[in-house]
């Protein structure tokens, strides 16, 4: 088995400072449960510090008041070659986090497209090498993988979600390196399924004890993998290949359907 390599990586983050439940959008989120900002806020910089101890470079986005989903920030956009396609987001409780993420970019200089069709950003759209995974039937319509196909230069694969828990491609499967991947199969329809196994024969493919506790809401540099701490099958499959396992415990912002991957949006210059 070949060494892994790790590469450095440009992250963007947003700190959990208004990070609450207050509606429901998808099924882990329930505004009867109280949440703990400041556990949030805890979890979060053991994340962002373990970015740093990995050489890792991480810029941050200012959070900003009403909108406490702010801190996924792999929803806010996709960042490709310079290039940025903007986030448009299905629920108008999320809708003003697609300009302020855009607002960000245009600042820095990155090319930016705002969204004709809705789509949620690395949630959605996954970049593997020199294509994209994209994610629909629940947030990203279809009409936007065109979109991104078109604005990006790289060819995008279709895949469609059928399990309401898994709501973005980003908590069902997880890139690990140029052509390699780890995902949940009975998030996926059939059609969808036999994409995946002809593209990615030699996949790690994850159980439902660890899809269930976000194992694949992951974030890897091509040697070490963070992911969920409860996902210890998936470490142990990943420790197999040749990969470093390292997790992180993220439990009060799984309370509203987000881990490591969710709060991690590459910018790819």
């Known amino acids: ?3 892994r390599t790790a590469r450095p990586r440009h992250y963007l983050m947003c700190r959990p400072t208004h990070f609450t439940v207050d509606y429901s959008i998808n099924p882990w989120m329930d505004p009867a449960k109280p949440t703990d900002t400041g556990a949030a806020l805890a979890q979060w910089d053991e994340l962002h510090a373990l970015f740093q101890r ?3 470079t991480v810029e941050l ?3 900003l008041p009403g909108l406490p989903d702010m801190v996924f920030a792999a929803n806010g956009a996709t960042a490709v070659d310079g290039k940025v396609l903007g986030a448009r987001f299905r629920y108008p409780e999320r809708l003003a986090e ?3 993420y855009a607002d ?3 600042a820095r200089g990155w090319q930016v497209r705002d969204a004709e069709y809705v789509n949620e950003g690395e949630g959605d ?3 593997a090498g020199g294509r994209v995974l994209a994610g629909t039937g629940f947030r990203t319509e279809t ?3 065109a979109e991104a196909a078109a604005f990006l230069g790289r060819e995008v694969v279709t895949l469609r ?5 898994y709501y973005h491609l980003d908590t069902a499967l997880a890139v690990l390196d140029d052509d390699e991947i780890m995902y949940h199969p009975p998030a996926f329809d059939a059609e969808s399924r036999a994409v995946l196994e002809r593209l990615y024969p030699d996949a790690i493919l994850a159980g439902e004890d660890d899809a269930r506790v976000f194992g694949l809401n992951a974030v890897s540099d091509g040697a070490h993998v963070i992911l969920p701490e409860a996902a210890t099958g998936l470490a142990g499959q990943l420790r197999d290949r040749g990969f470093t396992p390292i997790g992180i415990d993220l439990t009060e912002l799984l309370r509203a359907g987000g881990a490591v991957k969710c709060c991690t949006l590459e910018l790819r210059r």
């Open 143 to 145: 009409a936007a993988h």
């Open 125 to 127: 759209l996954l970049v």
């Open 104 to 106: 960000w970019f245009r």
């Open 98 to 100: 697609g300009p302020a």
């Open 161 to 165: 979600l059928v399990d309401p828990r």
């Open 54 to 56: 990995l050489g890792h």
């Open 1 to 3: 088995m070949s060494p």
């Open 61 to 63: 986005i200012d959070p």
